[in-house]
């Protein structure tokens, strides 16, 4: 029974408690949104006893368009990034962007701002493009390829050498290679808790001692990327970034900017390529825009690109590489009608807000059309589609992926005609940090001739 105080507001004791279902690793977003629709935009759930020392004794989940409007933009100082991520990253990462709060972050955000800005792009352009090309040179020899998998080579090669200066080779693969043990470790079903946690540790101290090794190379000689940029900066104090506070930013860097994009840009390819009508429509836009001779991919004819990037909307809307964001309350908080104490575990799932019916017609179907005029869903509330998170703290590598997926599906389309291998169990998998697509996503190859015919 709720009993009201004063002011109408109930008790923490009062939010509804849910538990998940056994599948729930796959049905994560729908099975939230529907909880939202029949309790409200707040539930609660008990944290497993194993991780009460980490989190405490309870996640709360926030959902809905109010929700991510609160706790992003007009009540964000009451929300702790670091009280948030670092518990859910460790053992896997120390601190960085994402994980720090004011002042420190402003400082760190208006630092790097720069070497993500719109107009910086162009610097990224012939990079991106130059792996994509490398990577999918031998795809029609190979016949078949998962998409997933390909996708992380892409990413992680671009993130290496943009961010890092690390150019492809043994280096970048064995690093590549370590952030999917630290990752994606939790998939190995035949393991003890006990032999993961070594696993990670010793994964985690390999890639350390690399990239501290990097960073010894950078203060001898520093680069024009963005760890150099880091390596020499220094705050209004003269304050300047030790070895392992530069280990920490390095580290989240690189794996935000693969980690996501690699999921995004495999689920983007293979919904294009399981909905011909759209895809279709998506050639004859990149035909006209892109010539069909193979020039040079220019900005500003990428960013002009409407109906791929409806589609990059709607396959982020469905399958979002980061669903919840992790926070910490920093003092009481009001919302939804509730009290929720200083000190607790939040997960803003702006994944769940995704598959609201009410703001997203028929929200388990891939329609990308939803997107463009007139129809515009979500334009009613900005906040409603949040797939790089929202306010003053939204993803900052935001126009670095846009571009790269841009560049990686207009070659990919463009040369590739790719055929879905029938009856493959494709699913958006939450369970750890990121989302991961277990079985991958398989793909026959054939050549794109309607290419040349314009
Ligand atoms: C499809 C690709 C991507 C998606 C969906 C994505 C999503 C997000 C989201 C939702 C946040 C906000 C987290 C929060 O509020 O708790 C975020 C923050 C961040 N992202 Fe991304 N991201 C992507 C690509 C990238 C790339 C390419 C980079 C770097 C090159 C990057 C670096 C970061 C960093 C450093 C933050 C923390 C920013 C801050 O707190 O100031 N992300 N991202």
Redo the contacts with the bound molecule.
């Keep these: 029974m709720t009993t009201p105080t004063l002011e109408g507001v109930r008790a923490f004791d009062e939010i509804p408690i849910i538990e998940f279902p056994e599948n729930y690793a796959d049905t994560y977003l729908s099975f939230l949104a529907k909880t939202a629709r029949l309790h409200g935009p707040v539930v609660r759930r008990a944290v497993p006893d194993e991780m009460h020392e980490r989190f405490g004794a309870w996640f709360v989940y926030l959902i809905g368009p109010d929700a991510n409007r609160f ?2 933009q007009t009540h964000r100082h009451l929300f702790s ?1 670091d009280l ?2 670092t518990p859910a990253l460790e053992p896997i990462m120390d601190r ?5 709060d004011d002042p420190a ?1 402003a400082w ?2 208006r630092l ?1 701002n720069p070497a ?1 800005a719109v107009a910086y792009m162009n610097r990224y352009v012939p990079l991106m493009s130059r792996v994509v090309e490398r990577r999918t040179s031998d795809w029609l020899e190979r016949g078949e390829v998962d998409l997933y998998e390909e996708s992380r080579e892409i ?1 992680f090669d671009v ?1 290496a050498e ?2 890092v200066g690390l150019e492809s080779g043994a280096t970048v693969d064995r690093l590549r290679y370590l952030f999917v043990q630290l990752l994606h470790g939790e998939t190995n079903v035949d393991e003890t808790f006990e032999e993961f946690m070594e696993r990670v540790i010793r994964a985690r101290t390999e890639l350390d001692e690399m990239l501290l090794r990097l960073i010894a190379e950078r203060r001898r000689s520093p680069t024009d990327d ?1 760890l150099g940029m880091l390596v020499s900066a220094h705050d209004e104090d003269g304050h300047s970034l030790s070895d392992r506070e530069l280990l920490g ?1 390095v580290h ?10 690699t ?3 495999a689920w983007l390819l293979y919904l294009l390529a399981s909905h011909p009508a759209y895809l279709g429509r998506v050639h004859a836009e990149l035909d006209a825009a892109l010539g069909a001779a193979d020039g040079a991919l220019d900005l500003k004819a990428l960013r002009g690109l409407r109906l791929l990037g409806y589609a ?1 909307d709607e396959a ?1 809307r469905l399958y ?3 669903a919840a ?3 910490g309350t920093v003092a009481d908080v009001t919302f939804g009608g509730y009290v929720i104490p200083a000190g607790t575990q939040i997960r ?1 799932v ?1 994944g769940a807000c995704h598959r609201l019916p009410e703001i997203f017609a028929e929200p388990d179907r891939f329609d990308p059309d939803r997107f463009a005029p007139p129809r515009e869903e979500g334009k009613a509330n900005p906040y409603a589609l ?13 126009n ?3 571009i ?2 841009r560049i990686a599906a207009a070659h990919i389309l463009r040369h590739f005609s790719l055929e879905p291998i029938p009856q493959q169990p494709v699913v958006h998998r939450y369970y750890g940090v990121t989302p991961s697509i277990p079985s991958g996503i398989h793909v026959r190859v054939h050549e794109r001739r309607a290419r040349t015919d314009g």
């Design positions: 706790v992003l990034h948030g991520w960085g962007l994402l994980n720090t972050h760190q955000r790097m993500f990413t993130a943009a961010l963005i930013q989240i860097l690189l794996v935000a900017g693969h980690e996501t994009t999921t995004l840009n990059m982020g979002p590489p980061v964001l992790p926070r803003l702006v949040a797939i790089f998170g929202g306010g003053p703290r939204i993803c900052i590598g935001i670095f992926a846009q790269e997926m």
